[in-house]
Structure formats: structure tokens, C-alpha cells
T-cell receptor, first 117, second 118 residues
Framework: EAGVVQSPRYKIIEKKQPVAFWCNPI?????LYWYRQNLGQGPELLIR????????DSQLPKDRFSAERLKGVDSTLKIQPAELGDSAVYLC???????????????FGPGTRLTVT | AQTVTQSQPEMSVQEAETVTLSCTYD???????LFWYKQPPSRQMILVIR??????QNATENRFSVNFQKAAKSFSLKISDSQLGDAAMYFC???????????????FGKGTKLSVKP
């Protein structure tokens, strides 16, 4: 079974430029998460989708960040314009449907390391 | 709001020895899940072990075991017979059993960097 796929793995851009990250979750996983991980820190949630619906985007800086999950499968996270402080690793994760007694374990992708210069 | 604290930024262990990583958390909920994730350098995060709060028995997975103290809100990870491949960042994480809204999200600690000496 293929894991969570993310691309690109690395991205270097100048500040004020736009950037986009792509995520393909594990087949059949309806819940998708985007996290940001700053250097030396744990991941922090940006947005969570259940199917096409963003059920929690309270931590997403909406002035410059946007996300979409068309058709409830792949997802794209965009930053426009990027700032120096956006340098981080952006992680995508997915988890199965809600089931009684399930722990909704999250499976992570390899991440995209963004450097803004 | 729930918080997770890992007070050991770095730990070191000799190969084949045992090491314990500490984690404390704060919550007013009675039902939740706790996790330990491993993140090797430049590699993806993988789940090491999980614990359901309603279970008194400590979870074990091969060389990995936890000491879950619910009253003390403590959740430590013990790695036995440490191997070179265990070197990584280890993150403790909390998730509410209530999946609604933001409660379904993982809350991570800042991590502990584990080095394994040959």
C-alpha cells in the first residue's frame, strides 16, 4: 500500500513569491491534515479536511495561506506571498474514516521543506 | 486547551542499553489517546506506540513500552536494547477521544532528540 505522497520534497523561493505544495493521501483515507513544522519544534496543525470540507482551519493564516481538496482526494496548500518566517517543513497526513473504537491513527508524508530567502 | 510538554530536548544512550523519554500533558478530559511518534533525520514521521487513556495496561510494541500514569498526566517512552536505527526525534502527542471540531487534532510536544552511541 502506498503511503502519503507529497511534492515537491524541497523548495527554495524568494520572499513575496507564491508557492504550492501537493499531497496525495493514502487510498481510502477521507481525513487529510496539513501541518507546519518549524525547526526544532513539533508539528502544528494548519487545516484539517474531512472529504472536501475543511472542518478546522482555525490555525490557517488566511491572509496568505489557502488550501483546497477538490473531489475529496488530493490537496494543495498555497502560500502567496511567501515571507521569510514561512520557512519550515510542511507535512501532510491522512487518517481513515471514523469508526467506532478506532483511534484514527494519522499517517504522515515525507514533507516539503520550504526555504524562503 | 490541552498542552504537551517534553522536558528533555536531547538524550543520549549507548547501543543495547535502555533509555526513557519523558512526556507530560495537561487536559481536563477523561478520555483521550496518547502517541509517540519517531521522526528520523530527513525522513517521515512514523507512529511508534499509542495508548488509550481508558486502558490501565501500559502499551508495548516489541522493544518500545510506555509508562502511563493517568493521575500524574505522565506518558514516558522506554526503549530497550537501543539500536543505531533508533536515533531520531521523538514526539509525544495527544488527541481527544471526541473527534468533533478541533478536538480531533493531534497536539505535539516539542520533541526529544535521541542519539545512540555505538
Amino acid at each position: 500500500e502506498a503511503g502519503v505522497v507529497q511534492s515537491p520534497r524541497y523548495k527554495i523561493i524568494e520572499k513575496k513569491q507564491p508557492v504550492a505544495f501537493w499531497c496525495n493521501p493514502i487510498s481510502g483515507h477521507n481525513t487529510l491534515y496539513w501541518y507546519r513544522q518549524n525547526l526544532g519544534q513539533g508539528p502544528e496543525l494548519l487545516i484539517r479536511y474531512e472529504n472536501e470540507e475543511a472542518v478546522d482551519d482555525s490555525q490557517l493564516p488566511k491572509d496568505r495561506f489557502s488550501a483546497e481538496r477538490l473531489k475529496g482526494v488530493d490537496s494543495t496548500l498555497k502560500i502567496q506571498p511567501a515571507e521569510l518566517g514561512d520557512s519550515a517543513v510542511y507535512l501532510c497526513a491522512s487518517s481513515p474514516d471514523r469508526q467506532s473504537g478506532a483511534t484514527y491513527e494519522q499517517y504522515f508524508g515525507p514533507g516539503t521543506r520550504l526555504t524562503v530567502t | 486547551a490541552q498542552t504537551v510538554t517534553q522536558s528533555q530536548p536531547e538524550m543520549s544512550v549507548q547501543e543495547a542499553e535502555t533509555v526513557t523519554l519523558s512526556c507530560t500533558y495537561d487536559t481536563s478530559e477523561s478520555d483521550y489517546y496518547l502517541f509517540w511518534y519517531k521522526q528520523p533525520p530527513s525522513r517521515q514521521m512514523i507512529l511508534v506506540i499509542r495508548q488509550e487513556a481508558y486502558k490501565q495496561q501500559n502499551a508495548t510494541e516489541n522493544r518500545f513500552s510506555v509508562n502511563f500514569q493517568k493521575a500524574a498526566k505522565s506518558f514516558s517512552l522506554k526503549i530497550s536494547d537501543s539500536q543505531l536505527g533508533d536515533a531520531a526525534m521523538y514526539f509525544c502527542a495527544y488527541r481527544s477521544a471526541d473527534y468533533g471540531g478541533s478536538q480531533g487534532n493531534l497536539i505535539f510536544g516539542k520533541g526529544t532528540k535521541l542519539s545512540v552511541k555505538p
